[in-house]
């Protein structure tokens, strides 16, 4: 019998993130996402985690979600163009993020988002802003958690496990 995805459930799930308008995929999980739920609450956003509950091994869902909800609205304050000779030559590639520092020491990531000879531009609003989601989850497994992915909440990297008898200095 298949476990429930409730509190104190190790879940592992494969999820992809499509346009409501379109239908355009923007974001999708290349290897199965592991968490213990109900103890990590970041892995995905708690309106989607929400949705999960209760559901099992095999299920696959869709939630809708209002990115603005998420993200808040889109914010033009947060879109900076500036000369390209300005730009250091490693920012210089779309989708390239940078990572700035206000004067209060508070950092945003931003992406770079146009660019040509002579101008480039960075975004620091999320690039879900303004957008209506779907969000695709298939639940692959459901299971006690090991102590350690409690301890962790949720997949903890596993080591090879190597004979320390085979072990030689280098």
Do not use: W
């Given at each position: 019998?298949?476990?429930?995805?409730?509190?104190?459930?190790?879940?592992?799930?494969?999820?992809?993130?499509?346009?409501?308008?379109?239908?355009?995929?923007?974001?999708?999980?290349?290897?199965?996402?592991?968490?213990?739920?109900?103890?990590?609450?970041?892995?995905?956003?708690?309106?989607?985690?929400?949705?999960?509950?209760?559901?099992?091994?095999?299920?696959?869902?869709?939630?809708?979600?209002?990115?603005?909800?998420?993200?808040?609205?889109?914010?033009?304050?947060?879109?900076?163009?500036?000369?390209?000779?300005?730009?250091?030559?490693?920012?210089?590639?779309?989708?390239?993020?940078?990572?700035?520092?206000?004067?209060?020491?508070?950092t945003r990531n931003f992406i770079?988002?146009?660019?040509?000879?002579?101008?480039?531009?960075?975004?620091?609003?999320?690039?879900?802003?303004?957008?209506?989601?779907?969000?695709?989850?298939?639940?692959?497994?459901?299971?006690?958690?090991?102590?350690?992915?409690?301890?962790?909440?949720?997949?903890?990297?596993?080591?090879?496990?190597?004979?320390?008898?085979?072990?030689?200095?280098?």
């Amino acid at each position: 019998m298949s476990e429930i995805v409730e509190d104190g459930k190790f879940v592992e799930l494969t999820f992809k993130v499509s346009d409501s308008k379109t239908g355009h995929v923007l974001s999708h999980v290349e290897f199965p996402l592991g968490y213990v739920h109900g103890v990590n609450h970041s892995v995905l956003a708690p309106a989607v985690l929400s949705e999960l509950h209760g559901k099992t091994t095999g299920d696959v869902i869709e939630v809708p979600i209002d990115c603005n909800k998420i993200y808040g609205p889109r914010d033009e304050t947060l879109v900076f163009t500036d000369r390209i000779e300005n730009v250091p030559e490693e920012y210089r590639e779309l989708g390239t993020t940078i990572t700035m520092e206000n004067e209060n020491g508070d950092t945003r990531n931003f992406i770079v988002t146009r660019m040509d000879d002579e101008t480039l531009t960075v975004d620091g609003n999320n690039p879900l802003c303004g957008r209506e989601v779907i969000f695709r989850l298939e639940i692959l497994d459901v299971r006690e958690p090991t102590e350690e992915e409690m301890e962790a909440g949720g997949t903890v990297d596993q080591q090879p496990d190597i004979d320390d008898t085979l072990k030689m200095p280098i």
